[in-house]
């Protein structure tokens, strides 16, 4: 049997999660999630309105945060 790590607290809010991975599949799927693609989808999750991050955020860390959430 394998393991769902789903709806942590890493987000802070799990009504979050949902828009969350909706934009990780859409935006991310079948790519390789290296430094570059963390930082862009801590862009993205800002864009949409899903997070709020000040100019000193450590994006690549966000990114894997919100990553993490669907990690299994």
Excluded: Y
């Amino acid at each position: 049997m394998k393991t769902w790590n789903l709806g942590n607290t890493t987000v802070r809010n799990p009504e979050r999660i949902k828009a969350g991975l909706a934009l990780l599949k859409e935006s991310f799927e079948g790519r390789v999630f290296d430094l570059a693609a963390q930082e862009e989808f801590f862009e993205v999750l800002l864009s949409a309105g899903i997070i709020q991050g000040g100019a000193d955020s450590d994006k690549a860390a966000s990114g894997r945060k919100w990553q993490s959430v669907c990690n299994s």
